[in-house]
Structure formats: structure tokens, C-alpha cells
């Protein structure tokens, strides 16, 4: 199990909205950015794709906002690996400021050999990597629907 503490990323001020606090549109770009470097770290990324054709697409992404964000303040980020299978993983990220966290945001990615314009198994070493990261128990955030009854 491993939980990657991945580069900070400090507010933008072209982040807030009108209130003064981070605007929700732009939660996903710091947690966009910090994903190249999670992928880098999981040899998934860049290298991979470049030695390989294939990179992972996302298909899913469930965002909560948990605490809000106001200037000035730093974002760190922090990523798990929650699951995978031949074709699939399921990342977690958290956002904090001062150790505080502040949002999650879960994804479901694809692998996908863009030569053959397709989906494709990944290689036994890259999934065997990802079931070594994977966390040993779901955080209490992961999977959850949306709903008003909360259901």
C-alpha cells in the first residue's frame, strides 16, 4: 500500500469565484496536475506512453467538495491507488491546505493502446505495480454516489 504525497500547488487568484473561496471548476485542475506525477511514479506515465502507445483515459470522475478553499493557501495533494484489473484502475486523490483536507476527487481510468485505437489488457508488471500500491482498505469516501437522501 502506498499513499503518494505528490507536488503542492499554491492557489491561483483566477481560481475564486465572486465569494472569495476556490471556484468548483477549477478543484480539478490541481488534482489534473498532480496526476502526471502520480502516473510518473506508478512508471505509467509519459515514459510508458512513449515507450509503449498506450496511456490510461479517464472515464469517471466523482469530485467532493469537503471544506472550502480561500486565498492565500496551498494545495497539497495526495494519491492511492484504490483498485485495478487487467484493463481498469481506480485512483483516489485529497486535497488539504495546512493538513486539513479540503477534497477528494476519484477516478476511473482506461487503458487504452492508442496504436491499435483501442482498449488493451496492460502488461502483467504494470498490473502486478498497481496491485502492490493499492491501499489495503477503502477510505470511507470512496465509491459514494450523489443522492439527496443520502442513500
Known amino acids: 500500500m502506498t499513499i503518494f504525497t505528490l507536488p503542492s500547488e499554491p492557489l491561483?487568484?483566477?481560481?475564486?469565484d465572486a465569494y472569495g473561496h476556490m471556484n468548483m471548476g477549477f478543484y480539478l485542475v490541481p488534482f489534473g496536475k498532480a496526476m502526471w506525477t502520480f502516473m510518473d511514479n506508478l512508471g505509467i506515465g509519459v515514459d510508458y506512453f512513449?515507450?509503449?502507445?498506450c496511456a490510461f483515459y479517464t472515464l469517471e470522475t466523482?469530485?467532493?467538495y469537503v471544506k472550502e478553499v480561500r486565498a492565500p493557501a496551498t494545495l497539497e495533494i495526495e494519491g492511492m491507488v484504490l483498485e485495478s484489473d487487467a484493463k481498469r484502475c481506480?485512483?483516489?486523490?485529497?486535497?488539504?491546505?495546512?493538513g486539513?483536507?479540503?477534497?477528494?476527487?476519484?477516478?476511473i481510468d482506461l487503458h487504452f493502446d492508442t496504436k491499435a485505437g483501442k482498449p488493451a489488457a496492460m502488461?502483467?508488471?504494470i498490473q502486478e505495480v498497481l496491485r502492490h500500491?493499492?491501499?489495503?482498505?477503502l477510505p470511507p469516501w470512496a465509491g459514494r454516489g450523489i443522492s439527496l437522501s443520502g442513500k
Open 12 to 16: 491561483q487568484s483566477d481560481w475564486l
Open 62 to 64: 466523482h469530485l467532493r
Open 123 to 125: 502488461p502483467l508488471d
Open 50 to 53: 512513449e515507450r509503449t502507445g
Open 133 to 137: 500500491a493499492a491501499v489495503a482498505g
Open 100 to 107: 486539513t483536507e479540503r477534497a477528494t476527487c476519484e477516478y
Open 90 to 98: 481506480r485512483y483516489g486523490m485529497v486535497m488539504k491546505v495546512d
